[in-house]
């Protein structure tokens, strides 16, 4: 049984789903199961995530779990917890998301708050790897309705390129760590093939 929390977010849904065509057994984790809308076989479970003593349950029983924290009140967010759940219900091996430039002192919150997470992984005598996405392509999905109706979109990273990364990539590596020890104990930046810039994307999409 492998869980997978955050289960309807963007790499969240995406894993459920691959492992569920794969014939793996699945546990999806999510505030509110009755919404879920996942494909028969996939177990559903309730996980509220300001309220910790819910993990133990959704951890009972799994092999490999999926972690998708949220900051907390005090910026070190529900990393912490979900860990010490897994360790707590046996669980051997997990897979964290983290982001593309963690620890960088240089991008202020977002470079630090996934820190004290990706240490309390480190540190927890798990098979662990974690997972450092570059921005979604998908985020300018939004785009483009405005764009075919000749509207402008807000380019927020002006001239500047990045690597924008498949979400579906990232959940196909999600899915090969969560089976297989051979990226255990190792950090993986993900990024896309090819260097882009918002008004390239726009390009694309229009």
């Known amino acids: 049984m492998i869980l997978i929390t955050g289960a309807t977010g963007t790499i969240g849904s995406g894993i459920v789903r691959q492992l569920a065509a794969e014939g793996v057994a699945v546990r999806a984790a999510t505030r509110d199961p009755e919404r879920a809308g996942f494909p028969a076989g996939v177990e559903v479970v309730r996980v509220d995530y300001r309220d910790p003593a819910t993990f133990a349950a959704a951890m009972t029983g799994a092999e490999a779990a999926f972690l998708v924290g949220v900051p907390g009140p005090d910026g070190t967010g529900t990393d912490a917890d979900l860990v010490a759940a897994a360790i707590e219900a046996g669980v051997r091996r997990v897979v964290k998301l983290s982001a593309v430039g963690t620890g960088d002192p240089r991008l202020g919150v977002p470079g ?6 990706e240490q309390a992984v480190r540190d927890s005598g798990l098979e662990w790897t974690i ?20 509207h402008p979109v807000p380019n927020l990273t002006g001239v500047g390129r990045q690597p924008v990364v498949d979400p579906r990539d990232v959940a196909a590596v999600a899915v090969t760590a969560l089976r297989s020890p051979a990226h255990a104990g190792r950090i993986l930046t993900l990024t896309g093939p090819e260097l882009l810039s918002g008004h390239e994307q726009a390009a694309v999409l229009a």
């Open 131 to 150: 997972l450092r996405p570059n921005t979604f392509a998908s985020n300018t999905f939004s785009w483009i309705e405005p764009l075919r109706a000749g």
């Open 112 to 117: 630090s708050w996934h820190v004290p997470g």
